[in-house]
């Protein structure tokens, strides 16, 4: 397959611009064109049907099967996928879907044979998007964009995405053996000089009706959140914590995360998304920005790898109160932090922080593995620091294992980053302090534990000792970085059965069970993501997700 026009040299690869690492976003100036003209010329080149030639040298081709690409009906046009030339993928030009193009009607993309794609030239836009203060209605009962098993989704253009609307849904189910892979089309090309990069295509942003601390509940109440999404204008927020978007299973993200109208974009993103939506065995890989973002909601999310992407692994703001079990992070090529976590945007304590919907970010996260090596890359930030918290956030924490070789600063294991909240009452360091930050039976394999304070700490908390805040929690331990191998089983992910500390001595272990107290989590004997030894479809799907990224 060969693309007609196509700017295969805007593939990044080295042209990562990454910000500092003081806790904030990447922000990039996107230098492709506007594209919002539907356009139903493909730039792929399709199968048009028969062989005009009558003949194959004398002799009769055999019959090939027929391609059952996606196909929907709106407002009395049926559109429709093309098979490829070589009968392998399905095309969709701009006519199918585009980012000037919400499409209302729900369908399905079926798993093709033989490892084929459905190749996309546009964004893809499910369901209305719709701004309620200039008088638009959400349609709480709209489209569903079903996907089955073993499908393979490409996007032709860094710019484009994958966008659930409010009251859209999405159903991506795959198996541990076949699951749903979002990626770029340099990897279905079949041309051997392109490679997929970092930021060749979106990634996906989920809309949801949920709340985020950037509406008040006056708004919220009259139905009147309509908070700006990332990238393309669209709209996020509501009043309903257990809002459905559906259910994303045994999915794969790769190579996304490109800018878009100056916004960077993430892996997945998951904005105000409520807990009735499913968000379980996920991987993320060689993303631009954050591997998952969570503005506000109550998501919960489970079984998540990310691997080497260019910022954060898991990243939360704007109040989000889900649950998370099961993560592993590993970056030591490209990364920032594992988690960079914010509570709220406005002072708590300040006038603009009264009357929101909702209150800080306050989840609660158990098995949990950073690893990282504290690499400075060409950008100037050092790869994988385990966890910044920050702006008035909140957090239960269990049995998290970072482990961190770098003695460098800002590739600390943890950091309590006070810029903004500098000694407030409510700021991170009196979260902490008054418990509202908490470790329990969690281990610092690191050069460096702690970051040093931001902004010089007074009053009350200018006593607060990092170290000893953490070594006062419930089994919290700090070891010492001496080797990988101390902590990490032979697979270079998983827990060591026999963990031992910087100087060889072996470490006690016991896990923290939160099942009692929170239906959520499973009671493990382990710390960290995954134990040596698993035999699980957790431990297959970690395997299958590191394979990937050779």
């Known amino acids: 397959m060969k693309l007609s026009g196509f700017f295969k040299a805007s593939l990044i690869t080295s042209a990562l611009v990454l910000a500092g690492c003081g806790g904030g976003d990447i922000n990039v100036t996107p230098t492709t064109n506007d594209n919002r003209v539907d356009n139903s010329t493909s730039n792929v080149t399709n199968n048009t049907g028969s062989d005009n030639s009558g003949n194959n040298g004398g002799t009769t081709p055999p019959p090939t099967e027929t391609l059952e690409c996606a196909s929907y009906t709106m407002d009395g046009a049926e559109f429709k996928g093309k098979a490829d030339n070589e009968n392998k993928n399905c095309i969709y030009s701009q006519a199918f879907a585009s980012n000037a193009k919400d499409i209302t009607a729900s369908f399905l993309i079926p798993a093709l044979p033989n490892g084929g794609a459905h190749i996309f030239e546009g964004a893809l836009f499910i369901g209305t998007d719709v701004d309620t203060s200039n008088g638009g209605t959400i349609d709480v009962n709209g489209p569903t964009l079903t996907i089955e098993a073993g499908v393979n989704v490409a996007f032709t253009k860094p710019e484009n995405f ?57 708004d919220a109440n009259a139905g009147m959140c309509n908070h700006k999404a990332e990238g393309i204008v669209s709209y996020y927020g509501g009043n309903d914590p257990q809002d459905d978007s559906g259910t994303l299973k045994h999915v794969v993200i790769k190579y996304a995360g490109y800018g878009v109208e100056g916004d960077e974009l993430n892996g997945l993103t998951l904005n105000a998304v409520g807990s009735g939506t499913t968000i379980d065995y996920i991987h993320v890989h060689n993303g631009f920005d954050d591997g998952i973002e969570l503005f506000g909601g109550s998501v919960n999310i489970s079984h998540v790898v990310v691997t080497e992407t260019g910022d954060d692994g898991i990243d939360w703001d704007e109040g989000w109160k889900g649950n998370g079990q099961f993560i592993l992070v590993h970056s030591k090529e490209y990364g920032n932090h594992g988690f960079e976590t914010d509570g709220a945007k406005k002072d708590p304590t300040s006038e603009d922080g009264q009357g929101l919907v909702t209150t800080v970010s306050y989840p609660t996260i158990a098995n949990a593995t950073v690893i990282a090596n504290g690499k400075e890359g060409a950008e100037g930030r050092r790869t994988g620091a385990g966890m910044e918290m920050k702006e008035w956030g909140k957090a239960k924490l269990a049995n998290m294992l970072f482990v961190n070789s770098s003695t460098e600063a800002g590739a600390g294991c943890f950091d309590l980053y006070n810029e903004k909240d500098q000694s407030g009452a409510e700021g991170v360091h009196a979260n902490a302090k008054a418990g509202d930050i908490t470790f329990m039976n969690s281990i610092f394999a690191c050069g460096l534990n702690f970051e040093e304070v931001k902004t010089p700490l007074t009053g009350d908390l200018a006593d607060f000792n990092i170290e000893q805040w953490f070594l006062a929690g419930e089994m919290n331990k700090l070891i010492g970085f001496s080797s990988f191998d101390n902590v990490l089983a032979a697979d270079g992910v998983s827990t060591k059965s026999v963990i031992t500390d910087k100087d060889g001595n072996t470490v006690a272990v016991e896990s923290a069970k939160l099942s009692e107290s929170n239906s959520f989590f499973k009671d493990v004997a382990y710390v960290g993501a995954l134990a040596e030894g698993e035999e699980s479809t957790w431990s297959k799907f970690v395997a299958a997700s590191i394979a990937r990224t050779k």
Do not use: M
């Open 162 to 218: 994958i966008r659930i609307a409010r009251g859209a849904n999405i159903e991506a189910i795959g198996e541990v053996d076949k699951p749903i892979v979002f990626s770029s089309y340099a990897e279905f090309d079949g041309d051997d000089s392109t490679t997929a990069a970092i930021g060749d295509w979106g990634g996906v942003q989920i809309n949801g009706l949920g709340h985020s601390i950037r509406c008040s509940e006056t």
